[in-house]
């Protein structure tokens, strides 16, 4: 069932929303210091490309906070806001529930992305 959600997920919203990471990956990789920032967006958008069969744990200390912060004002809230948007379309119908339901765990995952594992 993972594999079959994963495609059909691609195909409704995963493209978007794992080019969206991509493209702030990107923005972020410009600097140096953005690197490592940059980084955890490449790896955030290989999960929003198939996130069927994956889960988020939430965790990190005061360093990770202050980076969610950072990340937040900068890239955090345009990234949740579509994800949301998105979620919330695909919840209209009974069918699109399951995707919505992952888009809203990556709203979530946009919001603190720092101290996040993928397991």
């Not at 923005?27 to 790896?43: A, D, H, R, S």
């Not at 939430?58 to 806001?81: E, F, H, K, R, T």
């Not at 949301?84 to 888009?103: D, E, K, N, S, Y």
């Amino acid at each position: 069932m993972g594999c079959i959600g994963n495609v059909l997920w691609f195909i409704f919203g995963g493209f978007i929303s794992g080019l969206s990471w991509a493209v702030a990956g990107c923005l972020w990789c410009i600097t140096i210091v953005g690197m490592p920032v940059g980084m955890q967006c490449f790896k955030f958008a290989a999960l929003s490309f198939f996130p069927f069969g994956k889960e988020v744990h939430y965790g990190g200390g005061a360093g990770s906070m202050l980076l969610n912060i950072i990340w937040m004002i900068v890239s955090g809230i345009p990234l949740a806001i579509e994800s949301a948007v998105i979620g919330a379309l695909l919840c209209v119908t009974i069918v699109g529930i399951p995707f919505g339901m992952q888009q809203f765990k990556l709203a979530k995952l946009a919001l603190m992305p720092f101290g996040a594992e993928v397991y």
